[in-house]
C-alpha cells in the first residue's frame, strides 16, 4: 500500500469513532473532515 500524501484524496473507509458508533468517510461527503490516526495507539511500541 502506498503512504498518502499531504493533499491526497482520502480512499473510503470506515472506522469506530470515541462513542462505539461507526462512522465512514462518505458521511462527510461536501463538508471538511479531518482525520488524525495515532498509529501506536493501544500497541506496545
Do not use: I
Amino acid at each position: 500500500m502506498n503512504q498518502l500524501q499531504s493533499e491526497d484524496r482520502a480512499p473510503a473507509f470506515s472506522a469506530v469513532d470515541q462513542n462505539g458508533d461507526t462512522v465512514s468517510l462518505k458521511d462527510f461527503k461536501g463538508r471538511k473532515c479531518f482525520v488524525f490516526f495515532y498509529p501506536k495507539a493501544n500497541t506496545s511500541g
